[in-house]
């Protein structure tokens, strides 16, 4: 079964470490998996893309090592050094879940759209396929963000995938630089109305409606920023606490 609408799940989280050291899916990330009412005769069929950090092996082995803890079916697609499928989209359209692991978001738009997964994405998302990530695997579901993908400076990214009509702010509460220039690229236009997640938050749309805000740790939270008479304002959205 499908997820009831489209749905994206796009976060600053969906990971932790475990007690023993190694990779553990967090609750954002379950929560992707549970809206995706997946039957209870099977697995979750989760895939991974590493794409914003170049599809490193080693963290492919830990993802897989998260999946097998958690239940899930997991497979990685890779696009480097070329698609480890044959066909992108149907692999897509075969799956619960998508989850988008982090780097850089200009760099990962790119190669998308090289082999088609812009397209590939918008159709796994409207027959129910449930899409998530986090960081470039969070903003890269809006029409843009924030980003270091071109330096240590922080900059604009302006031509993300626009599934949803927002833009994203990530890591909203730990690194200090994003606040302020999410509020001066919504100021002056460059961003329209952005969502913006703490670290450990995520946001649950059904189609481009904004749901709520669900939360792995205590204490943090989602934010609206638009521009309102001339003005900058930012709404603190209060998440629901996701069972450990």
Do not use: K
């Given at each position: 079964m499908p997820a009831e609408r489209p749905t994206i799940v796009a976060t600053s989280g969906g990971w932790r470490r475990g007690a023993r050291g190694g990779l553990e899916w967090a609750g954002t990330a379950h929560e992707a998996v549970r809206l995706a009412q997946v039957p209870s005769s099977r697995r979750p069929r989760l895939t991974y893309l590493g794409t914003a950090g170049g599809d490193q092996r080693g963290w492919a082995a830990e993802v897989h090592a998260a999946g097998a803890r958690a239940g899930f079916d997991t497979t990685v697609l890779d696009l480097f050094p070329m698609p480890s499928v044959d066909d992108v989209a149907l692999h897509l359209l075969d799956q619960d879940v998508v989850w988008v692991g982090g780097g850089s978001v200009a760099n990962l738009l790119a190669v998308w759209r090289v082999h088609g997964l812009d397209t590939a994405f918008r159709a796994a998302w409207g027959a129910g396929?449930?899409?998530?990530?986090?960081?470039?695997?969070?903003?890269?579901?809006?029409?843009?963000?924030?980003?270091?993908?071109?330096?240590?400076?922080?900059?604009?990214?302006?031509?993300?995938?626009?599934?949803?009509?927002?833009?994203?702010?990530?890591?909203?509460?730990?690194?200090?630089?994003?606040?302020?220039?999410?509020?001066?690229?919504?100021?002056?236009?460059?961003?329209?109305?952005?969502?913006?997640?703490?670290?450990?938050?995520?946001?649950?749309?059904?189609?481009?409606?904004l749901v709520e805000a669900v939360a792995e740790v205590d204490g943090k939270g989602a934010y609206v920023v638009r521009r309102e008479g001339g003005e900058v304002v930012e709404t603190r959205v209060e998440p629901r606490r996701l069972p450990s």
């Open positions: 396929v449930v899409l998530g990530g986090v960081s470039a695997g969070s903003i890269c579901w809006f029409t843009g963000g924030t980003t270091d993908s071109f330096g240590p400076e922080l900059r604009a990214v302006t031509d993300g995938l626009g599934l949803l009509p927002y833009g994203n702010g990530v890591h909203y509460d730990s690194e200090e630089r994003r606040r302020p220039l999410v509020h001066a690229l919504v100021g002056d236009g460059t961003l329209g109305e952005t969502h913006c997640t703490d670290d450990g938050v995520g946001l649950v749309y059904a189609g481009t409606e």
